[in-house]
């Protein structure tokens, strides 16, 4: 009973930092190179576990996002209408990411082994070699569209912020121009596409041997359509 709360207790730890990676990336911040390690992060914390712990990480992480980059509502005159706008808003954003959360955990293409896999490199590598490399890189996409349809849904229900993982990538030019095909959710989607599927690569690769093919044979679906937007970007960028 003590090893499992204490499981639990650095699990919900790390979901802070994650929420903290995912807040820190957007400006003013600008640690943009975190927005491509905290999706992936949240999945590992939660594939695996029971419902309930998947939706708790999930909540966690979006609770410490949304304040951290909504702290420009502390600023508002009326201190206690700031206070209480800033924890509302933190609040009840974080119900989107809990969800995205709880459904790619769901999506997982093998039953839920609940307690089964408590989150150790080794059972979480044993967990993902259960499916094939194709059905990872399928799950590695659905989540990516996930976290889309998420984005969606903040800019739509509740409160209407455009609110994108996107955004925190508009210094890198060659990569934001998909953006005039796709809009911002592209260039959500291919950061977390990407994510997931690095994340995949570095728990199998304490496993495994070689490491380094293990990461190009994960990241090969997302690593070609990242080269290709990339390309898209450079030539937008620099054909008259």
Same mark, same amino acid.
């Given at each position: 009973?003590?090893?499992a709360r204490m499981n639990h207790f650095h699990r919900y730890g790390l979901a802070v930092l994650a929420g903290l990676a995912l807040g820190l990336a957007y400006p003013k911040f600008n640690l943009f190179w975190l927005a491509w390690l905290a999706p992936g992060l949240l999945l590992l914390l939660s594939l695996g576990q029971g419902g309930w712990t998947a939706l708790c990480v999930g909540y966690i992480a979006g609770l410490v996002q949304f304040l951290v980059g909504f702290y420009w509502? *502390?600023?508002i005159p009326n201190r206690t209408?700031?206070?209480? =706008?800033? *924890?509302l808003v933190g609040v009840l954003? =974080? *119900?989107?990411?809990a969800a995205w959360t709880w459904v790619c955990c769901r999506c997982f293409p093998i039953a839920e082994q609940r307690g089964k896999v408590p989150g150790q490199p080794s059972q979480l590598a044993a967990r993902l070699l259960s499916v094939s490399w194709q059905r990872r890189a399928w799950w590695a996409f659905i989540c990516a569209g996930a976290w889309v349809a998420m984005e969606m849904g903040i800019a739509r229900i509740l409160n209407g912020f455009p609110y994108s993982l996107g955004l925190? @990538?508009?210094?890198l030019?060659? *990569? $934001? @121009? $998909? =953006?005039s095909v796709t809009g911002v959710y592209g260039v959500s989607f291919v950061v977390v596409w990407t994510s997931? =599927?690095?994340a995949c690569a570095f728990v199998l690769a304490q496993s495994a041997r070689p490491g380094l093919s293990v990461f190009a044979r994960e990241l090969a679906a997302p690593g070609v359509a990242l080269a290709a937007i990339l390309l898209f970007g450079c030539l937008k960028l620099f054909t008259p």
């Open positions: 009973m003590f090893r509502l *502390l600023l209408v700031a206070i209480a =706008a800033w *924890l954003m =974080a *119900l989107y990411i925190s @990538q508009f210094k030019l060659p *990569l $934001i @121009q $998909i =953006a997931a =599927a690095l």
